[in-house]
């Protein structure tokens, strides 16, 4: 599972000039689930996003705070194009992503997952498949990529397997990003 995290002062979902959901300060969450994901990595993702520390805490220290710290709101959005495909020509490839029934099954695991860690009524959605306008005033701005399994690859380097292609397309040993 992979998911782009922005922190926002404000956050939105609009379907067919219909606002479906909204929120003040808190998290918006795009959401993609690929074809090997299970329950489990639902979970951990649901877990991560809850947890991580993207607000300065009363003292100004930075990076001390999750949005459950703050009693802030949080936006899921299902969005399938974040695991597409573009190495070859210029028509995105989507086989990275799972499949309708499976990715609505394990995207709704994930969205009630969230509510039952934190608070139902804190947590809002977009709508799965629809054509969705999201409106967003990033605050920040603060915006974080998070996978529950990322691809390990050998490096060319000589760094050695423990980078995740995202390590590798900043040249950077995943060890120093920790």
């Known amino acids: 599972m992979k998911a782009v995290l922005q922190r926002v002062a404000s956050a939105s979902v609009t379907v067919d000039k219909q606002l479906v959901s909204s929120i003040g300060r808190g998290v918006l969450v795009f959401a993609a689930v690929a074809p090997d994901d299970t329950q489990k990595e639902v979970e951990a993702m649901a877990a991560k996003v809850l947890k ?13 705070q999750s949005v459950l710290d703050i009693k802030g709101e949080v936006l899921c959005v ?20 799972a499949g309708g029934e499976k990715a609505k099954e394990l995207y709704d695991h994930f969205y009630a997952k969230v509510q039952e860690i934190y ?32 691809p390990k690859i050998e490096s060319k380097k000589g760094v050695g397997p423990t ?4 390590d590798m397309e900043e040249g950077l040993p995943a060890s120093l990003l920790e």
Request: glycine content about 10%; overall charge neutral; charged content about 25%.
């Open 52 to 64: 991580l520390k993207l607000w300065p805490d009363e003292a100004g220290g930075t990076w001390k």
């Open 163 to 166: 980078e995740t292609r995202n």
């Open 119 to 150: 608070n139902p009524e804190k947590v809002k959605n977009g709508v799965f498949q629809a054509m969705m306008e999201v409106g967003l005033v990033n605050d920040g701005p603060v915006t974080m990529e998070i996978q529950t399994n990322p």
């Open 78 to 97: 299902s969005q399938f194009t974040l695991l597409a495909s573009t190495k070859k020509g210029s028509k995105p490839d989507f086989h990275g992503a």
